[in-house]
């Protein structure tokens, strides 16, 4: 029996220091501070910051988002009347709702399991919807189509049966849309190299061709260059030398920020 209390005990110290954490958690996210260490986001901030799992991770910045919020959703944790998991499935689906409805969920939620709270939330399947699931050597993507869907891809298969399984088909039509997209960017920066990588052609220093645009994003490998920042999302095209200080569109005064830290440089 003692280790029974003792376990006790420690359960009682885990809430508080979920707590805690998650308190903590809105003063960073309140602060922003994780952008200065290189990070776009509170969930890039908890997955590389802190070591935490992307599922875990997106418990807690669901938490901590709704708990700005509705407050005493950290009390209810505490206690044990509401868990993280909880939580994560109604911040899915009460973001846009109004507050009174928001408490009025969660007042519902109380004392259920993870099992009963997703139930209240069920919603029809999308007619199209890919699952994926990344390993240390592949990526696994499931597919779900409706019928009409199903059919014409069959309908392409069978087409192409003489030089392709549906695998290779696949595999085809990705690469042929790269393709496609890698010769229009060569073709558009041979012709306008001289003029858009030199000096600039608008007299609106605001003004970026796309042109431009997709060559400092390929430079970038689409990704924000701002120092830490590993972001692939979200992606703006950023004067180093900012227009109110006399930059302009030249190649080399432009660079790729997540939006987060294009906001954060000001």
Known sequence: MNIHFELLELRK?????????LNKLQDMEN????????HHSLFDYLVRGLGYSEATAYQRQA???????????????????LTLSAVTTA?????????????????SMENKSSREVKAMFLEPTPT?????????????????LSHEQNDKLERLKALKSHKHNLESLLMDLIEKELKLYENIQRKS????????LGAPRSRNPRQISKRLRN???KTSNYKCQYPGCES???????????????????RNNLQVLCSAHNLHKG
Do not use: N, W
């Open 13 to 21: 110290k885990e809430k508080r220091i979920t707590s805690d954490i």
């Open 31 to 38: 602060s922003r501070q994780y952008l200065e260490m290189g």
């Open 63 to 81: 938490c901590v988002r709704l708990a700005k919020e509705v407050p005493e959703i950290k009390q209810k944790i505490d206690q044990g009347s």
């Open 91 to 107: 911040f899915k689906h009460l973001r846009k709702k109004p507050m009174a409805e928001k408490r009025k969920v969660l007042r």
């Open 128 to 144: 199209l919807k890919i699952k994926k699931t990344e390993y240390v050597d592949k990526v696994h993507l499931r597919l779900e």
């Open 189 to 196: 920066l041979k012709s306008s190299e001289s003029k858009e």
């Open 215 to 217: 060559d400092v994003l």
């Open 232 to 250: 692939h999302q979200f992606l703006q095209i950023d004067h180093i030398v900012p227009v109110r200080l006399g930059g302009d569109q030249r």
